[in-house]
Nanobody
C-alpha cells in the first residue's frame, strides 16, 4: 500500500520561507506525476504545482514564490515556499499517481489516487 508522508510545515512570519517534503513509501516505481495542493479553512482545496515527465507546472497564482522539485533517487517531493504571506496559511497536501494518463498530462488537478495526510503552514503578519 502506498503511503505519502508530508513534513516541513510550521509557523513563520510573513516574508519567511519553508521547505515542505513528501516521502513516498510502499511502491517501487517512480510516480508518473506528483503534486502539491493546499486547503485553507473554509475554502476548497486548490492545486499548487505538479511535476512529471515533462517538468514542473504551477497554478497561475503560485508562480514566482513557490518551487516544486523531486529527488529522482527516492521520489521524495519538495515544495520550497518563499516570501510567504498570511493568505498562504493552509494545510498542504502532496499527491501522486502512477497511471499513464498522469504521465501524459501532469497537472495539480483532480483524480490523483494517493494522498498524504497534510502538513500545516501558518503565516503570521
Amino acid at each position: 500500500q502506498v503511503h505519502l508522508m508530508e513534513s516541513g510545515g510550521g509557523s513563520v512570519q510573513a516574508g519567511g520561507s519553508l521547505r515542505l517534503s513528501c516521502a513516498v513509501a510502499g511502491y517501487s516505481y517512480k510516480p508518473a506525476c506528483m503534486g502539491w495542493f493546499r486547503q485553507a479553512p473554509g475554502k476548497e482545496r486548490e492545486g499548487v504545482a505538479a511535476i512529471g515527465r515533462d517538468g514542473a507546472n504551477y497554478a497561475d497564482s503560485m508562480k514566482g514564490r513557490f518551487t516544486i522539485s523531486q529527488d529522482n533517487a527516492n521520489y521524495t517531493l519538495y515544495l520550497q515556499l518563499n516570501s510567504l504571506k498570511p493568505e498562504d496559511t493552509a494545510m498542504y497536501y502532496c499527491a501522486a499517481d502512477w497511471r499513464v494518463a498522469f504521465l501524459e498530462a501532469c497537472r495539480a488537478g483532480a483524480g490523483f489516487s494517493a494522498w498524504g495526510q497534510g502538513t500545516q503552514v501558518t503565516v503570521s503578519s
